[in-house]
T-cell receptor, first 111, second 113 residues
Framework: DAKTTQPPSMDCAEGRAANLPCNHS???????VYWYRQIHSQGPQYIIH???NNETNEMASLIITEDRKSSTLILPHATLRDTAVYYC????????????FGKGTLLTVNP | KAGVTQTPRYLIKTRGQQVTLSCSPI?????VSWYQQTPGQGLQFLFE???????NKGNFPGRFSGRQFSNSRSEMNVSTLELGDSALYLC????????????FGSGTRLTVV
């Protein structure tokens, strides 16, 4: 079973920031938080990952709480092309070599 | 650089037949994973290979098998196809560092009739 909890859907206005929450209260010390997204009928796309510190790249920012039990993915200026299912995954990488996907959050960006 | 390449993109097979899907990872990536995606079950892990060795396997029947070649290319095979095997099959590759993200291919859409 997935070790994360995400809202099933969210809406966002084009040009505004999209903030996608994720709860991972049972995360272990060596587990990273990964975010992927999947646009309809395509393969998932890696967005960002982090362990403890907040991270930012050209696509998004990842804010991880100090206790690491939750995180937020931020798309600073959402566009229509950001409409997708967003998956939050915790993974230690080293021991099981797999990603466990939950149901994710369907983000719909509206014009 | 080239992404993960999966062939074919679409496939229609009849119940009872077998099928082989192919995946070419990103150059330099030695880990290849396979996933099945269906509307009912979502994305489910099938298996992962590294340097021609299967390191992990998901909860699928023995009809699902895979292999990896010395050039890191991978194939998965499904024998005695069932209607429920209709799905999008996705391949992903990653580099050797554990914290790197996985890069997925566009998938093979298998329809069993």
């Amino acid at each position: 079973d997935a070790k994360t909890t995400q809202p099933p859907s969210m809406d966002c206005a084009e040009g505004r920031a999209a903030n996608l929450p994720c709860n991972h209260s049972t995360i272990s010390g060596n587990e990273y938080v990964y975010w992927y997204r999947q646009i309809h009928s395509q393969g998932p796309q890696y967005i960002i990952h982090g362990l403890k510190n907040n991270e930012t790249n050209e696509m998004a920012s990842l804010i991880i709480t100090e206790d690491r039990k939750s995180s937020t993915l931020i798309l600073p200026h959402a566009t229509l092309r950001d409409t997708a299912v967003y998956y939050c995954i915790v993974n230690s990488g080293g021991s099981n070599y797999k990603l466990t996907f939950g149901k994710g959050t369907l983000l719909t960006v509206n014009p | 650089k080239a992404g993960v390449t999966q062939t074919p993109r679409y496939l229609i097979k009849t119940r009872g037949q077998q099928v082989t899907l192919s995946c070419s990872p990103i150059s330099g990536h030695r880990s290849v994973s396979w996933y099945q995606q269906t509307p009912g079950q979502g994305l489910q892990f099938l298996f992962e290979y590294f340097s021609e060795t299967q390191r992990n396997k998901g909860n699928f029947p023995g009809r699902f098998s895979g292999r990896q070649f010395s050039n890191s290319r991978s194939e998965m095979n499904v024998s005695t196809l069932e209607l429920g095997d209709s799905a999008l099959y996705l391949c992903a590759s990653t580099g050797t560092r554990d914290s790197y993200g996985y890069t997925f291919g566009s998938g093979t859409r298998l329809t069993v009739v």
